[in-house]
């Protein structure tokens, strides 16, 4: 079952805008797709119905209760290699590739994760809804690098509660834009979606807080190679605080610089390693992949 149930409260517009219009924006769904949950009274504007047409504004409370009764989504088997770097009863750790989305969702139904998934493993867990089976945490799209992926229920309750609780680590490498000042430190911020454009996020005073650990582990002319860790899990954490620090990363088209020097198809941003415990036999594991080709080899031509 597909479901958004949210509340979100309509702020920083510059003017009255249209209901589907500002829903789109900040679901990512199509203003058709949102007429369809409109009209079928799955939307509430100050606690009343209202038409796709209707005239939001700043401070009016827009309730949600999105259903797939209402626009009905299947993730279907596919036969696409997955890189499997471990796999027991419990879960499996997938190296993702850059470009690849982890789940379907409106613009890409098809050829994601969960479909790969679907044709690779014979069970696998059904917290949520269906087009998530076995999904614990997501990767952006151009991220490329591990994430683990729950065969049953029991397993995916352990792992979601372990990143919530911050006990399952996620350490990335990135190639930022320039060199930090400091070989160390912690961002610790409130990301919230950005005021001037609501299909990006952006340091903010208010929103979800967002702590980030980072440690320099390279320095080249005008770049430097980092590590970060993961202490939250908010949408494009990494990236947004690359860009707070004033060091974008590299190949990043939403949060980079806008005159990008390489031809790359995306950020160079890779989950390399990922520590857990283990669901059943609480065992401490950990997890590790190598830096993909295209961003190996633009450090070599770097050094």
Known sequence: ????????????????QRLD?????????????????????????NGKTQKAGFLVKNNDKISLSFAKDVLDINAEPED????????????????????????????????????????????????????RPGIVHRIDKDTSGLLVVAKNDNAHASLAKQIAEHSCFRHYMALLEGNLK??????????ARSKTDRKVMAVSTEGKRAITHYNVVKRF?????????????????????????????????????KNQKFNL??????????ELTHPTSGKRMSFECEIPEYFNSLLNKLK
Not at 1 to 16: A, P, R, Y
Not at 21 to 38: C, M
């Open 1 to 16: 079952m597909i479901e958004l149930n949210s509340e979100i409260i309509v702020e920083d517009i510059d003017d009255k």
């Open 21 to 45: 219009v500002f829903l789109a924006a900040e679901t990512g769904w199509t203003r058709s797709q949102i007429k369809l949950q409109v009209d079928s009274k799955r939307v509430l504007v």
């Open 80 to 131: 696409i290699p997955l890189d499997i770097v471990y796999e027991d009863d419990d879960f499996a750790i997938i190296n993702k590739p850059q470009g690849m989305v982890v789940h379907p969702a409106p613009g890409a139904y098809n050829h994601t994760l969960v479909n790969a998934l679907l044709f690779h493993f014979d069970l696998l867990s059904k917290t949520g809804d269906n087009i």
């Open 182 to 191: 400091e070989d160390s430190g912690t961002v610790d911020t409130f990301i």
């Open 221 to 257: 002319t005008n770049y430097c190679l980092v590590e970060f860790v993961l202490e939250t899990g908010r949408t494009h954490q990494i990236r947004v605080h690359s860009k707070y620090l004033g060091h974008p990363i590299v190949g990043d088209k939403t949060y980079g610089i």
């Open 265 to 274: 198809e995306g950020q160079l941003l890779h989950a390399y390693k990922l």
